[in-house]
């Protein structure tokens, strides 16, 4: 997961600079008064996603799979843990009838 958060961190830095090119060369218009620097990040962070989306589909299932494993196996010791909690109800209540 951290793997996929620093590639989508460097595919927006990425984006940032190039927006940053377009900006002060001119292609793109600046922001209003002081807001050039925001405008920069907003258009950054609106570009970036598609391309991380398409760009970084094959790291981003790996990351789901990871953490999917993740839930099972959380899923496999609570019900363990119920199991254990059951067997020894059951034989506190056996022991206690006789």
């Given at each position: 997961m951290l793997r996929y958060t620093l590639m989508r961190l460097g595919v927006f830095a990425g984006c940032l600079v190039v927006v940053w090119g377009l900006?002060?060369?001119?292609?793109?218009?600046?922001?209003?008064?002081?807001?050039?620097?925001?405008?920069?990040?907003?258009?950054?962070?609106?570009?970036?996603a598609p391309i991380s989306f398409v760009v970084l589909r094959k790291e981003r299932d790996r990351a789901s799979?990871?953490?999917?494993?993740?839930?099972?196996?959380?899923?496999?010791?609570?019900?363990?843990n119920r199991n254990q909690e059951d067997l020894a109800d059951?034989?506190?209540?056996?022991?206690g009838a006789s």
């Open positions: 900006v002060y060369s001119g292609v793109v218009p600046r922001g209003l008064g002081s807001s050039n620097g925001m405008w920069m990040v907003l258009l950054s962070m609106v570009i970036s799979e990871r953490i999917v494993q993740r839930v099972d196996r959380a899923k496999a010791n609570l019900d363990a059951d034989t506190a209540r056996a022991q």
